[in-house]
């Protein structure tokens, strides 16, 4: 008996030891199943989200030799955001994470890299992105850090039935408004960046360029003229029971022209377009670029230096500036490519086609934006 206990003892310590052995094989499978795999970082609204899975989709269906995974935090839940998480895991010391590929604003790398340090992002090695040659736009800031691979920036949206000939100038808007009172509304500039870029471009046309891209406190003593413009043109917008009303949010401004009750709008590109394809904007809604032009950027992509497959997400920026992948961007949520329009579906073009991403102007103003939209709301947001 105490042999066959001894046995059956032997037998299942072995038994055991191979699991384990077989444990340890698995890890090593995934270790080198690992090397492969990088992940995908985003956040914002919906249809990122959707751009991104499509995008990753085909090209882990194009045999590259990796395998890409997306993590996408969604605008208005309360989480951490992205730039936070990546920041304090850089001071903390991490490295290896799975911060393998980011996606940020143009005008926000900057904001990452003074919080992170310059070594945040690796220095893109542009021979590893073959696709760089049919690039069309370089990125707001950093172009040594990241790479540009979609355009996004606000338009005038307008009633072609009633508004047969647009403005092409701001001189001309500001007098098409007084022309024609109640027929033009912008969103509040703190529920929305359509409304923002509007009040940020009647203010900041009155400044030296250079203003747009500058937090420095002192250009907000230049912003007198600008307001008294806004001001100007006050009583001329939209109304609702014989008052002036500002629509909340981008959404807001977009619902008034689609039931006809404005003809013209400031919005951003890419939401008026995924409309107008949805049709819940009427087609007689049309879209053009004005100048100066409201303010825009292009969304680009970096690869953290606490990441752990940096060739991976090489292939990934290569694939981003693929036709394949800008078709997909264009279509599923109307983002400007950044590639020749010509290697692109004419289909998709179509929408797009007057818009002129190398004419974007691009606005940064860090905490000055928080102070405009606070005194638009003391002085404007308070007028009868």
Same mark, same amino acid.
């Given at each position: 008996?105490?042999?066959?206990?001894?046995?059956?003892?032997?037998?299942?310590?072995?038994?055991?030891?191979?699991?384990?052995?077989?444990?340890?094989?698995?890890?090593?499978?995934?270790?080198?199943?690992?090397?492969?795999?990088?992940?995908?970082?985003?956040?914002?609204?919906?249809?990122?989200?959707?751009?991104?899975?499509?995008?990753?989709?085909?090209?882990?269906?194009?045999?590259?030799?990796?395998?890409?995974?997306?993590?996408?935090?969604?605008?208005?839940?309360?989480?951490?955001?992205?730039?936070?998480?990546?920041?304090?895991?850089?001071?903390?010391?991490?490295?290896?994470?799975?911060?393998?590929?980011?996606?940020?604003?143009?005008?926000?790398?900057?904001?990452?890299?003074?919080?992170?340090?310059?070594?945040?992002?690796?220095?893109?090695?542009?021979?590893?992105?073959?696709?760089?040659?049919?690039?069309?736009?370089?990125?707001?800031?950093?172009?040594?850090?990241?790479?540009?691979?979609?355009?996004?920036?606000?338009?005038?949206?307008?009633?072609?039935?009633?508004?047969?000939?647009?403005?092409?100038?701001?001189?001309?808007?500001?007098?098409?408004?007084?022309?024609?009172?109640?027929? %033009?509304?912008?969103? !509040?500039?703190?529920? +929305?960046?359509?409304?923002?870029?509007?009040?940020?471009?009647?203010? =900041?046309? $009155? &400044?030296?360029?250079?203003?747009?891209?500058?937090?420095?406190?002192?250009?907000?003593?230049?912003?007198?003229?600008?307001?008294?413009?806004?001001?100007?043109?006050?009583?001329?917008?939209?109304?609702s029971s014989g008052k002036v009303v500002y629509p909340n949010k981008n959404q807001g401004t977009l619902d008034l022209l689609?039931?006809?009750?404005?003809?013209?709008?400031?919005?951003?590109?890419?939401?008026?377009?995924?409309?107008?394809?949805?049709?819940?904007?009427?087609?007689?809604?049309?879209?053009?670029?004005?100048?100066?032009? %409201?303010?825009?950027? !292009?969304?680009?992509? +970096?690869?953290?230096?606490?990441?752990?497959?940096?060739?991976?997400? =090489?292939? $990934? &920026?290569?694939?981003?500036?693929?036709?394949?992948?800008?078709?997909?961007?264009?279509?599923?949520?109307?983002?400007?490519?950044?590639?020749?329009?010509?290697?692109?579906?004419?289909?998709?073009?179509?929408?797009?086609?007057?818009?002129?991403?190398?004419?974007?102007?691009?606005?940064?103003?860090?905490?000055?934006?928080?102070a405009l939209n606070e005194k638009w709301d003391a002085e404007i947001g308070t007028l009868e």
């Amino acid at each position: 008996m105490i042999k066959n206990c001894k046995k059956m003892t032997a037998m299942v310590l072995a038994a055991a030891m191979g699991i384990t052995g077989l444990s340890g094989c698995a890890k090593a499978a995934n270790a080198g199943q690992d090397n492969k795999t990088f992940t995908v970082w985003a956040e914002g609204s919906d249809n990122v989200r959707v751009q991104f899975e499509k995008q990753i989709e085909q090209f882990n269906k194009a045999n590259t030799g990796y395998t890409a995974k997306l993590e996408f935090i969604t605008s208005g839940t309360g989480a951490q955001s992205l730039r936070d998480r990546i920041i304090a895991a850089k001071k903390a010391g991490q490295t290896n994470t799975d911060f393998d590929v980011v996606e940020m604003g143009g005008d926000t790398v900057t904001r990452y890299v003074d919080e992170g340090g310059e070594d945040l992002f690796i220095k893109l090695d542009k021979s590893k992105i073959e696709n760089t040659r049919n690039l069309k736009v370089d990125a707001t800031f950093r172009d040594d850090l990241v790479l540009p691979y979609r355009g996004t920036t606000v338009v005038l949206a307008y009633n072609s039935e009633t508004v047969p000939t647009p403005p092409k100038t701001t001189e001309e808007l500001y007098q098409w408004i007084k022309d024609n009172p109640g027929r %033009f509304a912008y969103n !509040t500039p703190g529920s +929305g960046g359509a409304g923002g870029s509007f009040v940020t471009t009647c203010v =900041y046309n $009155f &400044l030296d360029e250079a203003a747009l891209t500058s937090s420095d406190p002192a250009y907000e003593e230049q912003w007198g003229q600008g307001f008294d413009l806004v001001k100007e043109i006050h009583p001329y917008l939209y109304k609702s029971s014989g008052k002036v009303v500002y629509p909340n949010k981008n959404q807001g401004t977009l619902d008034l022209l689609a039931n006809k009750e404005v003809d013209m709008i400031p919005a951003w590109a890419d939401m008026a377009i995924s409309q107008m394809k949805q049709g819940t904007l009427p087609e007689s809604i049309k879209i053009c670029q004005i100048e100066p032009s %409201f303010t825009g950027s !292009t969304v680009v992509l +970096g690869i953290p230096s606490i990441g752990k497959n940096s060739e991976g997400a =090489y292939a $990934f &920026l290569n694939y981003m500036l693929s036709p394949e992948a800008q078709n997909i961007a264009l279509d599923t949520m109307a983002a400007i490519p950044v590639i020749d329009f010509g290697m692109l579906d004419s289909e998709l073009t179509k929408t797009i086609s007057d818009l002129k991403i190398d004419a974007f102007r691009i606005s940064s103003l860090g905490d000055l934006s928080t102070a405009l939209n606070e005194k638009w709301d003391a002085e404007i947001g308070t007028l009868e």
